[in-house]
C-alpha cells in the first residue's frame, strides 16, 4: 500500500489548511485510515482516525477545529483543519491499518511521505 499526501503548506494562527490522502490498493472494509502528526522534539500523536463504515475519532487537542472524511472513494481521506494555532504546526502523516481496531492510539502499519504544515502567530 502506498499513501500519496497532498495540501499542507503555511497559515497564519486562526487559517485553515486542507490534507488529502490516497491510498493505493485499499479495498478491504477493515481499513482504518487516519492522520499522525509529530513536531520536532516531541512525540507523535494519533490526530484523528475513520473507518471504512466512517465512524471516526479525534484526539483532544483538535476536537471541534479539524475534521477527518472520506474524500471520493474509501481509500482517500481528507483532514480539515480549522482555527490552527502554533501547536499544530508538525510533519503531518497520512497513515493506514488493515485491523479491525480504529482509533487514535494504534500503531498503524503504513505511513505517507508526510507534508509540513506551519503556523505563524
Known amino acids: 500500500i502506498q499513501l500519496a499526501e497532498s495540501g499542507g503548506g503555511s497559515a497564519q494562527s486562526g487559517g485553515s489548511l486542507r490534507l488529502s490522502c490516497v491510498g493505493s490498493?485499499?479495498?478491504?472494509?477493515?481499513?482504518?485510515m487516519g492522520w499522525v502528526r509529530q513536531a520536532p522534539g516531541k512525540e507523535r500523536e494519533g490526530v484523528a482516525v475513520i473507518d471504512f463504515d466512517g465512524s471516526i475519532m479525534y484526539a483532544d487537542s483538535v476536537k471541534g477545529r479539524f475534521t477527518i472524511s472520506h474524500g471520493n472513494a474509501k481509500n482517500s481521506i481528507d483532514l480539515q483543519m480549522n482555527n490552527l494555532n502554533p501547536a499544530d504546526a508538525a510533519m503531518y502523516y497520512c497513515t493506514a491499518d488493515p485491523g479491525w481496531e480504529c482509533s487514535t492510539s494504534i500503531v498503524f502499519d503504513y505511513w505517507g511521505q508526510g507534508t509540513q504544515v506551519t503556523v505563524s502567530s
Open positions: 490498493t485499499i479495498t478491504s472494509s477493515s481499513y482504518c
